[in-house]
């Protein structure tokens, strides 16, 4: 009730054409970054690729990342509103702190 993400348990179906060519790239690359900058202390994903009879797809450079940005933020917007909390708080609220980073540059 306080802006803060308490878990995330989301599925990702992508359709991947006629044929699989590299499938499970995308759904698994949206799964790896959608937690983005924020805290999210329970994660379950289910990445599944679905062949339809559309043109095969195929891996491109960042596949998977603007979707997952696209699904964490929209559900920041969405939870601001629901509390009437600015969506500027709710994404303070959440962000992963300096001192809490995981991960440390490879340069």
């Known amino acids: ?14 359709d991947v054409g006629a044929y699989h060519c590299f499938s499970i790239h995308e759904p698994t690359n949206t799964i790896n970054h959608l937690p983005s900058q924020y ?10 690729s679905v062949v339809t009879n559309k ?13 997952a ?9 969405r939870l601001a509103a ?3 909390i600015d969506p500027a708080e ?6 992963i ?3 809490e980073m995981p991960y440390r540059p490879g340069l």
Do not use: T, W
């Open 69 to 77: 940005i696209l699904v964490i933020e929209r559900l920041l917007d």
């Open 1 to 14: 009730r306080d802006g803060r993400i308490l878990g995330l348990d989301v599925r990702i179906v992508k």
């Open 90 to 95: 709710v994404r303070s609220r959440n962000m």
């Open 55 to 67: 043109v095969p797809s195929a891996p491109y450079r960042g596949a998977g990342r603007p979707e």
């Open 39 to 48: 805290k999210v202390p329970a994660f379950r994903a289910e990445g599944v």
């Open 97 to 99: 702190a300096p001192a």
């Open 82 to 84: 629901k509390l009437g």
